[in-house]
């Protein structure tokens, strides 16, 4: 072979084998190259990562499954049940539901009365006797004086004798004197856009708040929305009282957070809440307060003309008791001087026989009585009437 033929061989064996060493080389690398990390195998994945985990993951059975992906069971509270509200009775037929309890305890005057009239001689003595009854049953001078003179010409003109037709010329004379021409309506039926507004006033130990609990109740029974007032700041227990009468019938109470706060502007509070809520009768309770205590009168003037910057006041009820007689009275008076009183309420008259009063209070103050205690149950306050009350009297 010439030198020039051996000299190509070389050169083309020298480029077949450097390429042939390049390609080697080339290989390798592709195959060396590491992997990419795995999310969720490698590390913990992210934003962006995909969720899938690889095949290769580590599997859980089922029982894993079932005890790790269960969420803990939510146990409720037992909660005590509301306490169901009371339904009060109507206050329709109370008072003759309640008769024969008036007339246990006032047969003494009635029974009275008709045993001296039906004497088979009635003479001056007998007349005299008449008129202490009359008196002990705190009817009063000028009533008892009216009563005599006409029971008197009615026994002496007519020459009534029979038992009966005796108690029916008492029955009509106590009747008349009791008045039915009063009205004794509740004042419940305000203007348009307020509530009526009914303010409760007395001296201590009369019943008071108590009453206010049981009119509420009986405003309940009418289906009207009530709201109660406890503005007798000065007994620790009157708001708590009132708020339990309350709460029995669901009505609301607006009282304040401390004792002997201003009772006026929690009147003024109660009322607003009345507006604002636009319930039919807001009920204030005041503070019992003795009549010849001048400061105390002041203030219960203060309370109403503070409630009237807000509402007019429709009602003003004296709260009284049946068994104090002519102290009642003058109680009646003091109040009368103070704020204008639109009717009464006497309390206890199941317990006195002094039936009288309820017509003494009347002539005193020129308005009538329009509710009465008979009772210590919780609808034991009933619309007065005169000739039930008359013929309870005398049954």
């Known amino acids: 072979m010439d030198p020039i033929t051996l000299v190509i061989v070389i050169a083309v064996a020298i480029l077949f084998l450097a390429g042939a060493l390049v390609g080697l080389l080339r290989g390798r690398g592709r195959g060396s190259a590491p992997s990419a990390p795995r999310p969720g195998t490698d590390y913990a994945p992210g934003v962006g990562d995909d969720a899938t985990p690889p095949r290769d993951a580590p599997k859980r059975d089922i029982q894993d499954v079932a005890v790790l992906d269960r969420e803990p069971a939510v146990v409720e509270p037992e909660l005590e049940p509301l306490p169901a509200l009371e339904r009060p009775a109507p206050a329709g037929g109370r008072l003759h539901r309640l008769r024969a309890r008036l007339a246990r305890s006032n047969s003494t005057f009635g029974q009275g009365l008709l045993a001296l009239l039906s004497r088979d001689h009635i003479d001056d003595e007998t007349w005299d006797e008449v008129e202490e009854t009359l008196l002990g049953a705190d009817l009063g001078v000028g009533p008892t004086t009216e009563l005599i003179e006409r029971l008197r010409t009615e026994v002496r003109v007519d020459g009534i004798a029979d038992p009966e037709q005796l108690r029916g010329v008492l029955r009509r004379e106590l009747v008349a004197l009791v008045d039915p021409t009063m009205d004794r309506s509740l004042a419940l039926d305000a203007a348009v856009g307020r509530p009526a507004v ?118 003003v009820l004296l709260v009284l008791d049946a068994t104090t007689g002519q102290n009642g009275m003058r109680q009646a008076q003091v109040f009368s001087e103070v704020v204008n009183i639109t009717g009464i309420v006497l309390t206890k008259l199941d317990g006195t026989a002094k039936g009288g009063i309820v017509v003494a209070v009347q002539r005193a103050l020129g308005v009538p009585v329009k509710l009465v205690g008979l009772g210590e149950g919780p609808d034991d306050l009933a619309p007065f009437d005169a000739e039930e009350f008359v013929d309870a009297l005398l049954a």
């Open 198 to 315: 009914v303010l409760v006033v007395g001296v201590n130990g009369t019943g008071k708040t108590t009453t206010v609990g049981k009119l509420a109740r009986v405003l309940v029974a009418e289906d009207r929305d009530v709201l109660l007032g406890a503005a007798d700041t000065f007994r620790a227990a009157a708001a708590d009282q009132l708020q339990t009468w309350g709460s029995r019938v669901g009505v609301p109470t607006v009282r304040s957070d401390r004792d002997g706060a201003d009772p006026a502007a929690v009147a003024f509070d109660a009322v607003s809440a009345g507006i604002d809520a636009e319930v039919d009768v807001v009920l204030i309770d005041t503070a019992g307060r003795l009549q010849n205590k001048a400061g105390l009168m002041d203030e219960l003037g203060k309370v109403k003309r503070v409630i009237e910057k807000r509402s007019p006041v429709d009602e």
